[in-house]
């Protein structure tokens, strides 16, 4: 973890895009952490706009049970991968973990895909327009 925005942004420059899980994890878990959670969040409750995905999402019955639980349990493994890297013997087991728990789930490729999609746009879409910088 660096102590400043200003010694993050001078290592940041000294990455080269090939080393682009660390760029993103920097943003996500330091430099731009609250308003990536919040861009998360809205990425989150963006897919129930889907009538697709909202019908998917409505019918395991999570989201009218345990919404709050659902939501927790998405961060939680949307920052294990980020944190440890898809690579990663952990990032590998939270993708497996959710090729698993989204195996029953109704729903198609382009559904996923778009889920998978909000996940990564809207946060740095966020960034862009309302965080302290751009990304």
Do not use: C
């Not at 009538?51 to 927790?72: C, D, F, V």
């Amino acid at each position: 973890m660096h102590t400043s925005r200003v010694e993050s942004i001078a290592r940041q420059k000294t990455l080269s895009r090939g080393q682009y899980e660390d760029i993103y994890r920097q943003f996500v878990l330091f430099d731009l952490a609250e308003d990536m959670d919040l861009g998360f969040f809205l990425a989150y409750y963006r897919n129930f706009s889907v009538p697709s995905l909202a019908k998917a999402l409505e019918a395991t019955g999570e989201i009218r049970s345990r919404p709050q639980k659902r939501s927790y349990d998405t961060a939680i493994v949307i920052y294990e991968i980020i944190a440890g890297g898809l690579d990663s013997e952990r990032g590998a087991a939270m993708v497996a973990l959710l090729r698993n728990v989204h195996k029953g789930v109704p729903g198609s490729n382009a559904d996923f895909v778009y889920v998978r999609m909000t996940m990564l746009v809207v946060p740095i879409r966020w960034v862009d327009r309302r965080a302290w910088r751009q990304s």
